[in-house]
Nanobody, 114 residues
């Protein structure tokens, strides 16, 4: 069955970096657009970044442009999110999403705090 498993979250100080990974299985990863979303406490889930299939075109939320980079490795069935210069407002549970949202991962917590 389709599985998306996120990893790499944790506690980091403002200005620090984290790299999230999403391991996909149970489907042909290379033909699906993938995305990262996040949900902060008391807020709605919001778009962070997306990446298309073979051409790997990327799109970012304005709040993370220039700080986050999404990438994918179709040979390893993974999509990653490199997060640099993290801010307290980036604190959230980060989710991996397949396509238009038929499958989601369980999420990984990112906390940015001094």
């Amino acid at each position: 069955q389709v599985q998306l498993v996120e990893s790499g979250g944790g506690l980091v100080q403002p200005g620090g970096s984290l790299r999230l990974s999403c391991a996909a299985s149970g489907f042909t990863f290379s033909i699906w657009d993938m995305a990262w979303y996040r949900q902060a406490p008391g807020k709605q889930r919001e778009f962070v970044a997306s990446i298309t299939t073979t051409r790997g075109r990327t799109n970012y939320a304005e709040s993370v442009k220039g700080r986050f980079t999404i990438s994918r490795d179709n040979a390893k069935n993974t999509v990653s999110l490199q997060m640099n210069n993290l801010k307290p407002d980036d604190t959230a549970v980060y989710y991996c999403r397949r396509g238009n949202g038929d499958y989601w991962g369980q999420g990984t917590q990112v906390t940015v705090s001094s």
